[in-house]
């Protein structure tokens, strides 16, 4: 496989720190707010690429954290009157409501920034000591000017960026890009005990902690939209590799842009959207599918008509797919002389599909090859009489590329009904044993996956959202 990496600004080939498991470390959501379709791109785009290195037989551990606390955590409890924690809780279990619905599969771990203050500042202070860092009037800032390598990931002159830099009020830097690794609690702040007094970790700082407790020093893939770029990752690479002696990832990967009809979708202009706006009236299904239907590293213009085509194109893959359904239970006979010949066509579109995807993880490719193989389906298995056989084996083949992909999940699953029934029933036990702890999970850990139970007189009914 071959992978763009951003550092060097040329395709690579990927070849994992260590043979026995690749790391890979995906920027989360800072919770304050519901997800945008901007923050869905990435959460879909590395969802695949994960799957894709899992399916080509590599043991992937993925890290995706959440930033809880940040300046517009605090500024959403203040305006709504609650701690931090609640704001921090409640849209994480509403990310989780959209990032389910997006098939977004679990990260191996997903740690929070709070649950790791011991971590940061033994960072800091490892930089503090080096010479690193510097304690100002209760904040702690970084030496950018003392690190050698800044400005390499964002290919930008050391120069151009000091010029551009500006110290704000009420900040003491040495140099105005230095940047804050411990902010000094302001009165009312929610806060922690550190050496150098109470405060609260920098943003950067977070994430280059949880990449050390988690995966270790040396990564295989960073990745993240390209607006963290600069200064968010440019400024873990210098922490990091100073703190850890070490080179911080081998690979970069970053995803384009979201245009909303054909402009830069920006907060300031009121047209971004989100995903739980766009999910209500397309389902979350179509979202996916043109969030992974372009290349990723290309810049994709969201619409009204982009998406009635993303649900078109979908609706094609499941017409299909239903269709083979079909044909495994009718086909006239077991085997075929013409079953060999079949095989061996459709398996070239899994060759394409590897082909597309190897290079820089081409999503636009491959799911072209998925509709070519739709194209073969169509005309070769779905208008003849074939065998089970060879049915089955289109069948196997079309889950395996979507299953990739992520796509296809809203068919109906026998095995998932009866896993869910098994739930239910563990949770009607649970009521009856008055276990109301494990019966209140067994209904959260339901609905994080989309399915919402409903007591009624007669029993437990469930429907997915």
Not at 27 to 34: A, D, E, L, M, Q
Not at 160 to 169: H, M, N, Y
Not at 320 to 349: M, Q, W
Not at 436 to 447: F, H, P, S, V, Y
């Amino acid at each position: 496989m071959r992978i763009f990496n951003t550092m060097t600004r040329r395709k690579e080939e990927f070849v994992p720190v260590d043979k026995n498991e690749v790391k890979i470390y995906a920027c989360g959501p800072t919770v304050y707010n519901f997800i945008h379709i901007g923050n869905a791109r990435p959460l879909c785009v590395f969802d695949v690429l994960r799957r894709y290195m899992e399916y080509r037989g590599y043991n992937v551990k993925f890290v995706q954290n959440f930033t809880d606390i940040d300046d517009k955590i605090i500024k959403r409890a203040n305006e709504e009157g609650i701690t931090f924690e609640e704001v921090s809780k409640k849209y994480i279990s509403e990310f989780w409501t959209d990032a389910y619905g997006l098939n977004f599969k679990d990260a191996s771990v997903h740690p929070k920034a709070t649950e790791n203050i011991d971590v940061i500042i033994d960072i800091i202070r490892t930089l503090v000591d080096k010479g690193y860092a510097y304690a100002a009037g209760g904040d702690v800032y970084f030496r950018t000017l003392k690190f050698d390598g800044y400005g390499k990931l964002s290919h930008q002159p050391i120069d151009d960026l000091v010029s551009g830099a500006r110290i704000a009020v009420g900040e003491l830097k040495e140099n105005p890009l230095d940047f804050a690794l411990w902010k000094g609690a302001k009165e009312g702040e929610p806060c922690w005990d550190s050496p150098w007094g109470n405060g609260r970790p920098g943003w950067h700082i977070e994430c280059s902690a949880m990449n050390r407790k988690y995966l270790g020093k040396t990564i295989d893939i960073h990745c993240g939209g390209q607006d963290l770029i600069f200064p968010h990752h440019e400024n873990e690479i210098a922490q990091s590799e100073c703190a850890n002696g070490c080179t911080f990832a081998k690979y970069w990967m970053h995803n384009g842009y979201i245009n909303v009809d054909n402009v830069k979708m920006s907060k300031s202009l009121g047209n971004f959207k989100t995903v739980r706006e766009i999910a209500d009236v397309y389902g979350y299904e179509v979202i996916r599918y043109f969030l992974i239907s372009s290349h990723y590293r290309s810049p994709i213009n969201y619409s009204l008509d982009i998406i009635e085509q993303c649900r078109s194109a979908l609706e094609r893959l499941y017409t299909c797919r239903e269709g083979l359904d079909f044909a495994v239970k009718n086909a006239k006979t077991a085997h075929s002389d013409k079953d060999d010949e079949l095989i061996g066509v459709l398996s070239k579109r899994r060759e394409q599909f590897i082909e597309a995807m190897d290079d820089d993880l081409n999503t636009a490719d491959g799911i072209a090859a998925l509709f070519e193989l739709t194209k073969d389906i169509n005309t070769k298995i779905l208008d003849n009489d074939v065998s089970k056989n060879a049915a089955k084996y289109a069948a196997e083949l079309y889950d395996e590329l979507c299953g990739v992909l992520g796509l296809l999940y809203n068919r109906k699953n026998i095995d998932l009904d009866s896993k869910i029934e098994a739930l239910i029933e563990q949770r009607n036990q649970a009521r009856a044993n008055k276990d109301w702890a494990t019966a209140d999970k067994i209904r959260d850990d339901l609905k994080k996956r989309g399915i919402i139970l409903k007591d009624t007189p007669q029993g437990v009914t469930w429907s997915k959202e």
